[in-house]
């Protein structure tokens, strides 16, 4: 089974702070997401990489940025955290062999609440 | 991009069949349907997906119809653990993909 491991669960920062959200994948996937999630909004996409160093940006990228050094990790970096940053935060990862059919896989997500 | 569109809520009694809706009228001859589900407090998991056929696994079923422009989920029997959000998603260009709102599934005893 695919295993995406999100570093924290519950994770409670100051407005202005930089703050980091690790992704872990041991399935060798190329492709890796984040997304955030807001009631009544649903998923929204934030970035995706498709391999290491490359990164594209999705719906909402403004306020954040990403890090691919590694293919198995994906970091989520919030420069300089607003309250309205607040969200789940849920990471995912696809086997981009066969593009037109592959799932995504996520992990259990990450509840962020910037104070 | 293709653009999903399903009931907001349901419910269905334990035991029956659960059947989810979702409209894709303007979905492309080569983009795939895709099912996922979240149950609270937890990151979305993969049901099934389809290109034109239906589709069976251990978890569900997935009918297309011939048009494609629709299809359903089925739950054959329901339990209290399928009760959760249930994401219908045509896959948009590039390997990304959109969720909407869901249907909220609620299986009643």
């Known amino acids: 089974d695919v295993k995406v491991t999100q570093s924290s669960r519950y994770l409670v920062k100051r407005t202005g702070e930089k703050v980091f959200l690790e992704c872990v994948q041991d399935m060798d996937h190329e492709n890796m997401f984040w997304y955030r999630q807001d009631p009544g909004l649903g998923l929204r996409l934030i970035y995706f990489s498709y391999d290491v160093k490359m990164k594209e940006k999705g719906d909402i990228p403004e306020g954040y940025s990403v890090s691919r050094e590694k293919k198995e990790r994906f970091s989520l970096i919030l420069e300089s955290a607003s309250t309205n940053q607040t969200s789940m935060y849920l990471c995912?990862?696809?086997?981009?062999?066969?593009?037109?059919?592959?799932?995504?896989?996520f992990g259990n997500g990450t509840r962020l609440t910037v104070t | 991009d293709a653009k999903t569109t399903q009931p907001t809520s349901m419910d269905c009694a334990e035991g029956r069949a659960a059947n989810l809706p979702c409209n894709h009228s303007?979905?492309?001859?080569?983009?795939?349907v895709y099912w996922y589900r979240q149950i609270h407090s937890q990151g979305p998991q993969y049901i099934i997906h389809?290109?034109?056929n239906n589709e069976t696994n251990e978890m569900a079923s997935l009918i297309i119809t011939e048009d494609r422009k629709s299809s359903t989920l089925i739950l054959p029997h329901a339990t209290l653990r399928d009760t959760a959000v249930y994401y219908c998603i045509v896959r948009a260009r590039n390997n990304d993909m959109r969720f909407g709102a869901g249907t909220r599934l609620t299986v009643k005893p």
């Open positions: 303007t979905i492309s001859g080569n983009e795939y």
């Open positions: 995912a990862t696809q086997d981009p062999v066969s593009r037109g059919s592959s799932p995504l896989h």
């Open positions: 389809g290109l034109k």
